[in-house]
């Protein structure tokens, strides 16, 4: 079956603007979790949704957003863009049976954000 | 508060070799899972494996072997016989098992497999 798919891959920005990216999840998933990779932070978690909402959110600023559809698929919106916004953006979807933690995350290719 | 350490940030051996990734956690909770997930030059992280915390069983898969420590906290990989496809970064990854799937991770091992 179709693995999770972001759109786009890549993106150039510049600062303060703003920016949305999409994730579509495994057919059938409904959970999908979004990651920030940068070479200084490492991976980091930005928050969760499930059916539609949000269950779980990291320690990022208001300027990052996001919200599921019906039909699983998400998007994250960062608003007035900062250099340091500049990272892989990874979504990760998983089955989300009603005990999470017992199936793993399957995660897309990533859309890699450049602001300047 | 939860964390994950990968004291290794580079490891690089010869093909053929095997090699031990290591992976030291902390966490309050009783419960919990444990990951690794190898991410390759295209971006996306692969899942390995899972262990759960009450299972201290170790596995092997082909040439993959984990060894997980309840008593050390620690959740290591081997690779037997590496090849130059093993190169990548590997993750370790920490996340509860209840209520959201919140991972995490270790700031990774980049392992580079010289022909």
């Known amino acids: 079956k179709a693995g999770v798919t972001q759109t786009p891959r890549y993106l150039i920005k510049t600062r303060g603007q703003q920016v949305t990216l999409s994730c579509s999840p495994i057919s059938g998933h409904r959970s999908v979790s979004w990651y920030q990779q940068t070479p200084g932070q490492g991976l980091q978690f930005l928050f969760e949704y499930f059916s539609e909402t949000q269950r779980n959110k990291g320690n990022f600023p208001g300027r990052f957003s996001g919200r599921q559809f019906s039909n699983s698929r998400s998007e994250m919106n960062v608003s007035t863009l900062e250099l340091g916004d500049s990272a892989l953006y990874l979504c990760?979807?998983?089955?989300?049976?009603?005990?999470?933690?017992?199936?793993?995350?399957?995660f897309g290719q990533g859309t890699r954000l450049t602001v300047v | 508060a939860q964390k994950v350490t990968q004291a290794q940030t580079e490891i690089s051996v010869v093909e053929k070799e095997d090699v031990t990734l290591d992976c030291v956690y902390e966490t309050r909770d009783t419960t919990y899972y444990l990951f690794w997930y190898k991410q390759p030059p295209s971006g996306e992280l692969v899942f390995l494996i899972r262990r759960n915390s009450f299972d201290e069983q170790n596995e092997i898969s082909g040439r993959y072997s984990w060894n997980f420590q309840k008593s050390t906290s620690s959740f290591n990989f081997t690779i037997t016989a590496s090849q130059v496809v093993d190169s990548a970064v590997y993750f370790c990854?920490?996340?509860?098992?209840?209520?959201?799937?919140?991972?995490?991770f270790g700031t990774g091992t980049r392992l580079k497999v010289l022909a």
């Open positions: 990854a920490l996340s509860p098992t209840s209520g959201t799937y919140k991972y995490i």
């Open positions: 990760a979807s998983s089955g989300g049976l009603q005990v999470p933690g017992l199936a793993e995350a399957f």
